[in-house]
């Protein structure tokens, strides 16, 4: 029985593998196809071959080289990063026909380890993880064994921040509440992972606002009482030369649905208006040219959020801190 189930779950597995992928050929959309509708292969990823009629030539278990090639038979380095098993296929049994007469290969994937996703932050398991099957986000956080908790007046409580909690795909952040998605049960947030991934999980302790853009020395600010904006220029060093004063912008609340302010600096060192005060996590960015919308400069304010409380907590936290997880994972955890 044992045999037969894995000979079956074998077969379903390849079955998704490369099932959509005539699908993909007759599609007219220009868009990327998701990992998810069409399966292709990387370095990491193993598969096992068949050669048809002649078992003396079957292998099983055969790595693709971290430089995305594959050896079988008398085809060596073949380069076969990004193709489908069925793209595998038919390369394989045209570079075989040199050798053999009328080759044809039975290829099933053995592992799946090419195609990876981060989370970090207040999280229970953090690093890289495989996606080896369609994940989304409530199961990432799940396969993370959830969020982390901590003690407050005698009761336990997560410690995740959903309104500063986001995912980065492709060097952007997602338009994904998580807010909407943990406490509302809003599913339409619960979007599926793709490769390369980054979730990060915010803090909701901590006591900082951060301040970006033209200022001497931007990053983040432990917050104090009476804090204000002036105050907050002050101690990152002052403005830098050609920094435009006269709209400052500041951020505050949800990443998703976010209050803005726009402060007038040059009015307020003039003596003309109050001061304008901060709250805890308040993000303030100051442009070095002029702008009239907020819209206009919110996205570049936000990364220079997103890549600072990811920078911040990989210094934190990993020792001898990498900048590109992908490449070398040292110090990374790396979860099957």
């Given amino acids: 029985m044992r045999s037969i189930f894995v ?3 074998s077969l379903a597995l390849w079955a998704w593998l490369t099932g959509a992928y005539a699908q993909s050929e007759v599609s007219t959309t220009t868009a990327p196809v998701s990992w998810r509708e069409r399966y292709t292969l990387g370095p990491g990823d193993v598969v096992d071959i068949r050669f048809y009629g002649s078992s003396a030539l079957d292998r099983a278990g055969l790595r693709i080289a971290p430089d995305g090639t594959l050896s079988y038979l008398q085809v060596n380095s073949l ?6 098993i069925d793209e595998l296929r038919s390369k394989l049994e045209q570079n075989l026909r040199k050798f053999h007469r009328d080759p044809r290969l039975i290829i099933t994937p053995g592992e799946l380890n090419s195609k990876r996703y981060v989370i970090l932050g207040k999280i229970m398991d953090k690093g890289v993880f495989t996606l080896d099957r369609p994940i989304t986000l409530l199961e990432a956080i799940a396969r993370s064994r959830g969020i ?11 410690i995740a921040d959903m309104d500063r909690s986001f995912i980065i795909r492709n060097g952007e952040r997602l338009d994904v509440d998580f807010a909407k998605l943990y406490f509302e049960g809003d599913l339409s947030q619960n979007v599926y ?3 390369r991934d980054y979730i990060y999980l915010a803090s909701n302790l901590s006591s900082e606002y951060y301040v970006f853009g033209s200022v001497s020395t931007p990053g983040a600010q432990g917050i104090t009482n009476r804090a204000t904006l002036v105050s907050a220029i002050t101690r990152r060093k002052g403005f830098t030369e050609g920094a435009w004063l006269n709209r400052v912008l500041v951020i505050r609340g949800s990443m998703s649905d976010p209050e803005l302010f726009i402060v007038d600096v040059k009015s307020i060192l003039a003596g003309l208006e109050a001061d304008f005060p901060l709250a805890p996590g308040d ?6 040219r002029p702008w009239y919308k907020a819209e206009q400069i919110l996205d570049t304010a936000m990364q220079n959020f997103l890549s600072s409380a990811t920078s911040t907590w990989v210094d934190a936290n990993v020792p001898d801190a990498i900048a590109n997880p992908w490449l070398d994972r040292t110090g990374w955890r790396d979860s099957e």
């Avoid at 380069?79 to 489908?84: A, F, I, R, T």
């Avoid at 982390?148 to 997560?158: K, W």
């Fill in 7 to 9: 000979i079956i779950s």
């Fill in 79 to 84: 380069y076969v990063d990004g193709l489908s």
């Fill in 148 to 158: 982390e908790t901590g003690l407050f007046e005698q009761s336990t409580v997560e």
């Fill in 283 to 288: 993000i303030v960015y100051v442009n070095d």
């Fill in 193 to 195: 992972l793709e490769p």
